[in-house]
């Protein structure tokens, strides 16, 4: 992190602001799970670098105001979030599709998508990326839903286990998402 950039504790505690200017130092602190003096060290050092301007209500209450450079440092990390959140996907995406793309040199073409949630999207997504002949798919959510098949099956969940009625199991949960979670 480059000096004076703000740090994620920081953000945590603007985005909160940003939410209720009127909100106390103890909301603060538990909506952004950062101690009660943490957040007072922090919201002093945030107005001395002008992200907020704090304002004295009454004798008991403050109330903490985004300047435009707070504006602005949220806006710049949520577009570095979101930015980098496209390239995870499509990264994620080049994995899967060189994956399908194996099984469709091996001359399989039929997929069954086990399973529903994000990854089972980025999946479908990845086999409607690949132009190539032939390639069909269909998804199913349970085990139960698997038919001695011959298509590949993609599995996009940690809970299924292998069945014998598969011939080719693919745990592209294991092979993506569990390479991630263990760095």
């Known amino acids: 992190m480059k000096k004076g950039e703000v740090t994620d ?3 945590k505690i603007i985005e909160t602001i940003a939410e209720d200017k009127s909100i106390t130092q103890r909301e603060i602190s538990r909506r952004a799970g950062i101690s009660l003096g943490m957040v007072n060290i922090t919201l002093r050092k945030l107005a001395r670098r002008g992200y907020i301007k704090v304002k004295k209500m009454n004798r008991r209450s403050l109330e903490y105001v985004l300047t435009p450079k ?4 949220k806006a710049k990390r949520s577009y570095r979030y979101f ?3 496209l390239a995870s996907l499509r990264e994620m995406k080049r994995k899967i599709q060189s994956i399908i793309l194996l099984e469709y040199s091996r001359g399989r073409k039929d997929f069954i998508i086990l399973g529903n949630g994000e990854l089972a999207d980025v999946v479908e997504l990845s086999l409607k990326g690949l132009s190539k002949k032939g390639i069909t798919y269909k998804r199913v959510s349970k085990e139960e839903d698997l038919r001695e098949e011959e298509a590949v099956v993609l599995v996009t969940k940690s809970k299924f286990k292998r069945t014998s009625a598969v011939k080719t199991w693919i745990n592209l949960y ?6 991630q979670e263990r760095r």
């Open 9 to 11: 504790k920081e953000l």
């Open 70 to 73: 707070g504006f602005a440092e």
């Open 83 to 85: 930015r980098n959140t």
């Open 174 to 179: 294991e092979k993506i998402i569990g390479k």
